[in-house]
């Protein structure tokens, strides 16, 4: 590119990065990091940790920087001591990741400021009574970036506010990483007892009411009904990343005759989605994007999901039969028939790959390239 930039990316405390088990905000973090440090661009990522220390990785310099609070204290803690960093290395964009507070506390440093969002509440939303000071505090950024249309309307009509200006930005995927795998697919059914002759349905993500999995549970109780040759088999954290207790949910996939892997390291996720032959994403309420959809079509599996939120701008009709939300009864005959038409699923499957390349990492870079000039 002709005119390199300097960018801080800054996010939730929450997770240090890389985090092996962390979630969709600290891989779009670093995932955006390293395609743009690949384009040339200085880039450096703040991290939230125990410990202050600085590593490179990929071209991306990441600084961790020791914070001692708690959340929701704690993202304050790290972006004060964030941005006291910038101040003395100034960077020409502060591009922050969930965090609405960002742009008035970077007030004076010059540079743009990004605020990319995977959900549009911020702090509570309209619970707060810091509502008002939000609905300003949005205003002052360079450029807002919500992950899906879904996720703009939303936040238009929740905030009612004439914002700065505002573009889609879709969360992307690596798919050197997520890739079909046949091997280490079967590699990992034997390695977790699953027999060759049957099904695996799979989900992955938080294990929660929000995200459907009780609804997923169900139908798949029903599905056993009638048909034996068939695993479910849920790998994610209860209820938050970074979670590793139990809960009555996990319990209950055991309870079905399912198997509960609980949150797993990114180092195994792609083998994890290669063992399924069928993947589900059945979200009840505020699905804004869905990245673990978009990964396991990568691996080229067919999807079947609930037709809400920004589901529907990551898979396609021909890569995923839709449901709607809330409807374990028809989640069931979804899965029963892409289970027994062979044909249908292989094609899902077969298309799967090609409409997750559309959100590749690179390109995805070069997208918000075009927005940082032009805010």
Same mark, same amino acid.
């Given at each position: ?30 995932? %955006? /990091? &390293?395609?743009?440090? +690949? ?11 125990? =410990?202050?220390? #600085? $590593? ?48 008035? %506390? /970077? &007030?004076?440093?010059? +540079? ?11 702090? =509570?939303?309209? #619970? $707060? ?247």
């Amino acid at each position: 590119m002709a005119n390199s930039l300097r960018i801080a990316h800054l996010g939730v405390a929450a997770l240090p990065i890389p985090h092996p088990l962390g979630g969709a905000i600290q891989r779009r973090m670093l995932e %955006l /990091a &390293r395609a743009q440090a +690949a384009r040339g661009h200085t880039v450096v990522l703040y991290s939230a940790g125990e =410990r202050a220390r #600085r $590593t490179t990785l990929d071209g991306v310099e990441i600084r961790t920087l020791a914070c001692r609070r708690r959340m929701p204290l704690r993202d304050i803690e790290y972006m004060r001591k964030a941005i006291a960093e910038v101040t003395a290395e100034p960077a020409d964009l502060l591009h922050f990741h969930s965090l609405p507070e960002g742009a008035t %506390l /970077a &007030r004076g440093l010059g +540079a743009k400021t990004i605020l990319s969002f995977d959900n549009f509440f911020f702090r =509570r939303g309209k #619970r $707060t009574p810091l509502f008002w000071w939000y609905r300003r505090a949005l205003r002052r950024f360079s450029c807002l970036l919500p992950v899906s249309q879904f996720c703009r309307r939303g936040f238009q009509h929740y905030w009612q506010t004439d914002p700065a200006p505002i573009h889609v930005l879709h969360n992307g995927v690596n798919l050197d990483q997520f890739t079909p795998d046949p091997v280490r697919g079967a590699q990992r059914r034997r390695a977790l007892g699953i027999a060759e002759d049957q099904k695996v349905v799979l989900y992955v993500g938080r294990v929660c009411h929000q995200k459907g999995t009780d609804i997923l549970i169900e139908a798949f109780a029903r599905l056993r009904e009638t048909m034996s040759d068939v695993r479910l088999v849920v790998a994610g954290p209860s209820e938050q990343f970074g979670s590793l207790a139990g809960t009555a949910l996990t319990r209950r996939i055991s309870e079905v005759g399912g198997l509960y892997l609980g949150p797993v390291d990114e180092s195994i996720l792609p083998s994890v989605y290669n063992m399924g032959d069928i993947f589900v994403m059945p979200t009840r309420e505020l699905e804004m994007f869905g990245m673990a959809a978009l990964e396991a079509q990568a691996c080229g599996k067919p999807v079947i999901s609930s037709e809400h939120g920004g589901l529907p701008e990551v898979i396609s009709p021909a890569s995923g039969l839709f449901f709607p939300p809330g409807r374990a009864d028809a989640l069931e005959a979804r899965l029963r028939k892409c289970l027994v038409e062979d044909g249908l699923r292989r094609s899902l499957a077969e298309m799967a790959r090609n409409n997750a390349s559309r959100f590749a990492w690179p390109g995805i870079a070069r997208r918000i390239e075009e927005i940082y000039h032009a805010c």
